[in-house]
């Protein structure tokens, strides 16, 4: 699957990951990373406390909980922006922790990050290009031999380029990132961390802010990883995202996991629902978006009316829509 213009599919997913029965900590039939014990502790709270987690290889797996459960304190933890008080854990065979971020993401796990001021200030192409890794010209000996470095920056530019226009943003490569929309900047923040060509790819939240206008590229963007051999891991409160695109939940309260399972089996579980499913629990965001054929319920129609008072956008229900609107009206 590739651009928003292919027909509106449901998103293939991806079963058989665990072995035996899900239940937090379940082992996985080929999973990317395996951690034990680990734990950080601020003051005399225990933010993350994961005695065992798998996350399964090739798949997309959504971390949910609510509010301070210890999702994004875990994500510092893995990728090395934060430091465990206890634990230990193996990315795609190698141990991890204790390596610096900068390195964790050489190893190929990476993680989007938000657009600071600073980067907002270098154009879409330049923040493209400092997503790369192993840049042979940043060397010593290396800098030395300008041939070496020129055909890299080629290589590089040529990368950055193609990834951009399938995020539909090689028009705007040399805006500067701070000209783009909310969503727009969503779309850079995920080409960015391709440029390294990562195996594992975490984002955090990655449809916070994001008008329903752009929510289906995003999608289609992220199931796309997987199709290309990536595995995902994501934070989301957007709860029909997680049912829609997930093919694995993984729920934490408290510092703890707490459940998980396959995202139709997980939120049957009436304590994850009680505890973490908004209002709209019952309406299938492929629906809303246009992503998929489906019935217009009055919960569709209820969350459409939302969406549109929200964003002065009249949403027409025809569905299902092939191509994701060109537009991107976000919301500021
Ligand atoms: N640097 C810090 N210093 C002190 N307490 C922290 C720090 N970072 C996180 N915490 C606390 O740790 C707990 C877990 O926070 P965390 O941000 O990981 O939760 P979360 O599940 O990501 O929440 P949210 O969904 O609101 O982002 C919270 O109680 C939070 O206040």
Redesign the pocket.
Known sequence: MSSSNAAPLRPVKSTGLHIGDAAPGVAKVDPIIIADNVTRQ??G?K?VDVEHLEIPRNAITALI?P????????FNLLTGFDKPDTGTWVFDGAQLNGVPAFKVARMGQVRTFQLTKALGLLTVLENMKLGSQKQKGEGIFASLIKPLWNKQEEEIEERALDILARFKLDTKKDDFAASLSGGQRKLLEMARALMSQPKLVMLDEPMAGVNPALTQSLLEHILDLKTQGMSVLF?E?DMQMVRHIADWVVV?AEGRVVAEGPPEDVMQNPAVIDAYLGSHQDVDLGVVTGRVAGEITPEVEELLEEIDAETGVDHAIDQPTAAAPEKDEDIK
Request: hydrophobic share 45%; net charge positive; aromatic share 6%.
């Open positions: 601020f003051g709270l933010a909980g509010n301070g459960a210890g999702k994004t304190t875990l934070v409160h934490m």
